[in-house]
Every structure is written in structure tokens, then in C-alpha cells.
């Protein structure tokens, strides 16, 4: 009887903990978030906040209390005065321009090479991505000695083959250049991801192809790109962000002056020369709001005209 008695009562909280459980259960969602929401809070939104408010200041170091507010100031003298500014985001623009397709088309065509089935494939893989994981100091240190005009390796290539040697280091028309070819030394990360996306295309549409007569050609142009833009496309959002940041291949092997008659020196260096060579770390705020500004407008213009021609497989309007 007292069995009897009990049963309705763990039932009866039971039932409550179960309605409880799903009238709050999105609260469980935000609680197992909030590490990661407070970590933004704490380290890239207030940062950004604080960042945007110096740019309107004049904040140099040392400076005791409320730093100097000079409204636009900064911003009218980077886009009337700096000279600099226009030459750093000529130079990026020109490594973005050229070395993001190259990094892109040459990861895409080694994984469309490591995507066969070939025997020892698994150490072909590795071998291609191991260089993707040295240290970027360390690769910029050994372009750097293989790019040497006296005793480099490529210059040494073109003396047997009969080419004069190049000056690819102290020539203001092979800076740039060199650090495009330095670019594409990374493509490990970009090739593992156009290789997954591979992966993942359905071999009986392949199959589908070559009944009805279709060579390789044809399965590239008509199955495997049109199913990789996906992959396509967030390479190349990622690719861009990147190439606009790039910093540390660039001081190591030009110098934060970006070499002869300053043609290696990109935005970032800019940045960090005004912040930590001038102590102006108000106007460097102004041009890292400016960098921010651009990539924010080209992220959004990339994902906007991203309907044309990224196909996602549903049948929408993104796959016609």
C-alpha cells in the first residue's frame, strides 16, 4: 500500500522535471556557450570598441588619463597626408590580387592529384601537407636563403641554365613577386579542404557521366567544379582575410621599411610602424578601423554576389 502511495509522487516530479527540461532546455544551449561568448566579450568585442575609440583620439604611449580627442583628425590626414597609406594598400592589393588565385588554383590541382586512387597515396598526401606545418618564421627564413641574390638557390638554377641571376630581394620589381612566391609555400590547409570536398562528391554522378560519353573534361567541368564552389568560395573568403593581414613573412624578410623605395612595405606594416616606431597608436587605430572597414565590405560583397555562382546542391535559386 505504501508502494502504492509513493508511485503517483516520483511520477509526479518526474513529469515536472521533464516540462522544466523542455520549457528551459535552450537555456542549457547558452550556458554550454558562454565560455566562448564571454571570451568574445572579453577579448575581440571590447578590444574593438576600445580600438575605434583611440582612432578618434591621440593616444601615444605614456599618456597619462584621457588621451586628446581629435575627432576625424586621423582619419583626414591618412586618407590627404599619408602617402604611405596609398603605397601599403597598393602593395596588398597587388600581393592579394596574385596570390590568392595562385594559392587557390595550385591547392585545387593537387588535390584533384591526391584525390586518385594510387598506391601510396597516404604518403603523397603527407608529404604535400608537412610544409603547411613549419613554422612560418622558419619557412620566410629559408626563402629568404633560397632567394638570395649571391648564393641562393633559385639564382644558382639560372646561372646553370644560362639566365642572368635576379635580385629578388633588393630589386623594387621582384619584391613583390617573391613574397607571392612565398605565399603559395602554405597551401597544406587549403589543399586538405579542397580534398574533403572532393571526397564528398557522389562517384554515381561520375559514372552517370561516363555512360553517356563523357571524358575527364567533362567530369571537371560539369560535376567536380560545379560541386566544389562551395569549398570554392569559403577558400577564397578565408584566402582574402588573410592575404590582407599578411605581416610576418613580410617584416622577416624585407624589414618594417618594406625594402627598396618601399615596395614590399604592405598595410600591416604601415600599422605597425606607426603604432610601434612613431607611438601613435591613435592614428594606427584609424588605419586598422580603415582595414577592418574594407574587409568587412568585401566579406559582404563575396558573400552577396556568392548567389551567382556558388552552387549548393538544393535545388534553390543558389543552384541555378
Same mark, same amino acid.
Given at each position: 500500500m505504501n508502494a502504492a502511495i509513493t508511485r503517483p509522487g516520483a511520477d509526479h516530479w518526474r513529469a515536472r522535471f521533464q516540462n522544466w527540461w523542455f520549457q528551459h532546455r535552450s537555456w542549457i544551449g547558452f550556458l554550454f556557450i558562454l565560455p566562448w561568448f564571454a571570451g568574445f566579450i572579453i577579448f575581440d568585442l571590447m578590444p574593438f570598441v576600445y580600438n575605434l575609440y583611440l582612432s578618434f583620439t591621440d593616444y601615444q604611449i605614456g599618456t597619462q588619463g584621457t588621451p586628446p580627442w581629435l575627432g576625424l583628425e586621423n582619419y583626414l590626414e591618412i586618407f590627404t597626408e599619408d602617402k604611405l597609406f596609398s603605397k601599403s594598400m597598393y602593395n596588398t592589393v597587388y600581393y592579394l590580387g596574385f596570390?590568392?588565385?595562385?594559392? $587557390?588554383?595550385?591547392?585545387?590541382?593537387? /588535390?584533384?592529384?591526391?584525390?586518385?586512387?594510387? &598506391?601510396?597515396?597516404?604518403?603523397?598526401?603527407?608529404?604535400?601537407? @608537412?610544409?603547411?606545418?613549419?613554422?612560418?618564421?622558419?619557412?620566410?627564413?629559408?626563402?629568404?636563403?633560397?632567394?638570395?641574390?649571391?648564393?641562393?638557390?633559385?639564382n644558382h638554377?639560372? @646561372?646553370?641554365?644560362?639566365?642572368?641571376?635576379?635580385?629578388?630581394?633588393?630589386?623594387?620589381?621582384?619584391?613583390?613577386?617573391?613574397?607571392? %612566391?612565398?605565399?603559395?609555400?602554405?597551401?597544406?590547409?587549403?589543399?586538405? %579542404?579542397? $580534398? /574533403?570536398?572532393?571526397?564528398? !562528391?557522389?562517384?554515381?554522378?561520375?559514372? /552517370?557521366?561516363? !555512360?553517356?560519353?563523357?571524358?575527364?573534361?567533362? &567530369?571537371? &567541368?560539369?560535376?567536380?567544379?560545379?560541386?566544389?564552389?562551395?569549398?570554392?568560395?569559403?577558400?577564397?573568403? !578565408?584566402?582574402?582575410?588573410?592575404?590582407?593581414?599578411?605581416?610576418?613573412?613580410?617584416?622577416?624578410? @624585407?624589414?618594417?621599411?618594406?625594402?627598396p623605395l618601399g615596395a614590399g612595405l604592405v598595410y600591416m606594416i604601415h600599422v605597425y610602424n606607426k603604432a610601434f616606431r612613431d607611438f601613435e597608436f591613435g592614428y594606427a587605430a584609424a588605419l586598422s578601423v580603415i582595414l577592418f572597414s574594407i574587409i568587412f565590405v568585401l566579406t559582404i560583397a563575396l558573400v552577396y554576389t556568392s548567389n551567382r555562382w556558388v552552387f549548393y546542391g538544393d535545388g534553390g535559386e543558389d543552384a541555378t
Open positions: 596570390s590568392v588565385p595562385l594559392r $587557390l588554383a595550385f591547392a585545387f590541382l593537387i /588535390a584533384l592529384l591526391l584525390n586518385m586512387r594510387v &598506391r601510396g597515396m597516404e604518403l603523397y598526401r603527407t608529404l604535400f601537407y @608537412v610544409p603547411s606545418v613549419v613554422p612560418l618564421i622558419a619557412a620566410t627564413l629559408i626563402f629568404a636563403g633560397l632567394l638570395n641574390t649571391r648564393y641562393g638557390l633559385f638554377v639560372f @646561372v646553370l641554365v644560362g639566365l642572368p641571376p635576379v635580385r629578388w630581394l633588393s630589386s623594387p620589381d621582384w619584391i613583390k613577386p617573391s613574397l607571392i %612566391i612565398l605565399s603559395l609555400w602554405g597551401f597544406g590547409a587549403q589543399m586538405i %579542404i579542397f $580534398l /574533403a570536398g572532393l571526397q564528398g !562528391i557522389p562517384k554515381d554522378l561520375y559514372e /552517370a557521366v561516363a !555512360i553517356d560519353g563523357g571524358g575527364s573534361w567533362r &567530369r571537371l &567541368r560539369h560535376i567536380t567544379l560545379p560541386l566544389m564552389t562551395p569549398t570554392i568560395f569559403f577558400n577564397l573568403l !578565408i584566402g582574402v582575410i588573410g592575404g590582407f593581414q599578411v605581416f610576418a613573412q613580410v617584416f622577416v624578410m @624585407v624589414g618594417v621599411d618594406g625594402g
